[in-house]
């Protein structure tokens, strides 16, 4: 059993940075991967960025890469994902996912993943 937290959300403006936490409890926090979804109004939940266990293996959307970093701190059970050059189609809820004993192939189709946390609204004005 993982419970995901996530934090960080805001209004910011086009060009800005911005960075989320996702805060987690369970025993299995270790063992799981954990992934960065957005979903914006009328669109399906979309993969962000994910971090295997260890923190030394990241994969990202192409839509994200080199603007987004994704990093884990498994002594705080805490997920980050650093936003940076933010972009009004950036703007979504932002959901942390974990798949304990999964993969990170897996992490990345929303329908594989076994826990999400409630979100966190992010949003970019031009």
């Known amino acids: 059993q993982v419970q995901l937290v996530e934090s960080g959300g805001g209004l910011v403006q086009a060009g800005d940075s911005l960075r989320l936490s996702c805060a987690a409890s369970g025993r299995t926090f270790s063992s799981s991967p954990v992934g960065w979804f957005r979903q914006a109004p009328g669109k399906e939940r979309e993969f962000v960025a994910v971090i295997g266990r260890s923190g030394t293996s990241t994969f990202y959307a192409d839509s994200v890469k080199d603007r987004f970093t994704i990093s884990r701190d498994n002594d705080k059970s805490t997920v980050y994902l650093q936003m940076s050059s933010l972009k009004p189609e950036d703007t979504a809820i932002y959901y942390c996912?974990?798949?304990?004993?999964?993969?990170?192939?897996?992490?990345?189709?929303?329908?594989?993943?076994?826990?999400w946390g409630q979100g966190t609204q992010v949003t970019v004005s031009s």
């Open positions: 996912a974990a798949k304990p004993f999964g993969t990170t192939q897996a992490m990345r189709v929303a329908s594989r993943i076994d826990y």
